[in-house]
């Protein structure tokens, strides 16, 4: 079988390694960066917008409130 020949197994192995080896460099330097940056990007949207849903909560309960009051007031 040709993959196992032990001429040009030296030949095989050089090559893989120099392959795994540009590979490792690439995903290191540009792909795993991008993953977080996007990560961080999505956790300040995150936060942003549970603020915003905390905030809307809020509002939502004081104008419940605000209704419930008036329509005491306007039924008396």
Known sequence: MP???ILTL?????GLLITLS??????ISIV???FVEVQKFR?????KNST???TMNLELI???????HNYK???Q
């Open 3 to 5: 993959q196992f020949d």
């Open 10 to 14: 030296g030949a095989q192995v050089f």
């Open 22 to 27: 540009l590979f490792y460099y690439l995903n």
């Open 32 to 34: 795993i960066p991008n």
């Open 43 to 47: 956790n300040k949207k995150l936060i």
């Open 52 to 54: 915003s849903i905390s």
């Open 62 to 68: 004081n104008n419940k409130k605000l209704i419930a």
């Open 73 to 75: 007031l306007f039924m």
